[in-house]
C-alpha cells in the first residue's frame, strides 16, 4: 500500500521569471516558520525544483504567444532569474 506524504501549506500567487518563460501560479509554502516564505524554498540546499499549481506559462520568446494553462508545473530553480509574490509576508 503506497503511504501519501500530508501536510499543510499555504498557497502564495507568484510570478516566476525565467529567459524562456513567465510563469504565474501558486507556489506552496509551510506558515509559521522556515519555508514560511517564498525566498526560503528558493534558498533552500536541497531545492533543485518547485511546484507550481493553477499555472500560467507565457513563452517570453514572443509577444504574441499563446498562454499555457496547467493544473501545476514544476520549475527548476537554478533557471529562475525573478519571483514576485503577490502575498508573501
Do not use: W
Not at 513567465?22 to 524554498?41: A, F, L, Q, T
Not at 531545492?47 to 504574441?64: G, M
Not at 514544476?74 to 525573478?82: D, G, L, N, S
Amino acid at each position: 500500500m503506497a503511504m501519501e506524504a500530508s501536510f499543510k501549506t499555504q498557497p502564495v500567487r507568484a510570478r516566476i521569471l525565467t529567459d524562456e518563460y513567465e510563469i504565474e501560479g501558486n507556489v506552496h509554502v509551510k506558515p509559521g516558520y522556515y519555508n514560511g516564505r517564498v525566498s526560503d524554498i528558493l534558498n533552500a540546499p536541497e531545492a533543485e525544483f518547485i511546484p507550481v499549481t493553477q499555472a500560467t506559462c507565457t513563452s517570453r520568446a514572443s509577444e504574441d504567444s499563446t498562454p499555457i494553462e496547467t493544473d501545476c508545473t514544476i520549475v527548476q530553480v537554478k533557471t529562475i532569474k525573478m519571483v514576485f509574490p503577490f502575498d508573501d509576508e
